[in-house]
């Protein structure tokens, strides 16, 4: 079973304070009753330890305290979001499907030996889990993107794995490709969580990965995949992204797409994004339109 880590604000306020669970289990062990106050303190005794030792604080006869999903919030604090695109066959295909006379980009960076790299987000503007994300109010096609994400500890390796919401406008990427980081770029559009699954506990190749967008009380689309389907192994990913860029502590890199609702479903205001990933839980995000008051505020 995995080893999750988990971040909480007391009633929504205050210090992030960190939990360990085993699995998905809302169910944590308070890290600060153990001795470990931040996640730089819990990086330092996995790279002693490994999961040894942290299966080792949670065998012990502590505590357990549940969590509230309203206090959720992500547990390590990210400093620049980076994406992978392409790098599953129905990705592929759903950009050759919307693209305006370049798809042979798509089938080509497909097979190619250099991935697609691109900037997503800095971490401080990441929408956290139950938080809501953004819509353009220049776009009419957005659609959620759930993809497994890697989290790099300071030293650049993979420190856990996480569920990542590539919220895109589709109708602004099928344009033209090059104004890809418009179709990515924009407030509020990416989000993690609500677990990291701390990366020797859990097989990342064999996880399932299910999405649903709810409008009201009915579900509108419904779509899974696994990621045994990337092309591309994770460490090819992650050593793409730091040939020529150093690395800061901390980055998150999400890894493509294998779920890409069809063509007649756009989110609208108010529809809720449930992402979920084997033993890292449900991210669940509503979203609306960006105004000039949400982006100062």
């Not at 931040?38 to 330092?44: G, N, P, R, T």
């Not at 790279?47 to 992500?74: I, K, N, T, W, Y």
């Not at 890809?180 to 609500?194: C, D, R, V």
Request: charged fraction near 25%; proline fraction near 7%; aromatic fraction near 8%.
């Amino acid at each position: 079973m995995s080893i999750n880590l988990w971040g909480w604000r007391e009633n929504g306020r205050g210090a992030v304070r960190l939990g360990l669970s085993e699995g998905a289990s809302t169910e944590v062990l308070d890290l600060a009753t153990v001795g470990i106050a931040s996640v730089e303190a819990l990086y330092d005794t996995w790279r002693e330890g490994g999961q040894a030792r942290l299966r080792d604080l949670l065998g012990r006869d502590s505590e357990r305290r549940p969590l509230r999903e309203a206090d959720l919030v992500f547990p390590v604090p990210v400093s620049e979001i980076w994406g992978a695109g392409v790098t599953y066959e129905r990705s592929r295909d759903a950009r050759e499907e919307e693209s305006e006379g370049f798809d042979a980009l798509y089938r080509l960076v497909y097979d190619a030996p250099r991935p697609e790299i691109f900037f997503k987000h800095p971490g401080r503007r990441m929408a956290q889990p139950n938080e809501v994300m953004g819509l353009r109010d220049d776009a009419h096609w957005h659609v959620p993107e759930p993809e497994l994400s890697v989290v790099l500890g300071p030293g650049g390796e993979i420190f856990g794995y996480t569920a990542g919401n590539d919220l895109s406008a589709r109708d602004i990427e099928g344009q033209n490709p090059l104004y890809l980081p418009q179709a990515k770029m924009f407030h509020k559009s990416a989000s993690l969580g609500p677990s990291m699954a701390l990366a020797d506990s859990i097989d990342p190749g064999a996880l399932d990965i299910a999405c649903t967008i709810t409008r009201g009380s009915q579900v509108v689309y419904s779509g899974r995949t696994r990621t045994s389907l990337i092309r591309r192994p994770l460490g090819e990913l992650v050593r793409a992204l730091g040939h020529a860029w150093p690395l800061e502590p901390w980055t998150v890199l999400m890894t493509g797409t294998g779920i890409v609702p069809p063509d007649d479903v756009a989110l609208i205001d108010d529809d809720v994004i449930a992402i979920s990933i084997t033993g890292i839980g449900v991210l669940t995000n509503p979203v609306r339109t960006i105004t000039r008051a949400w982006m100062r505020g």
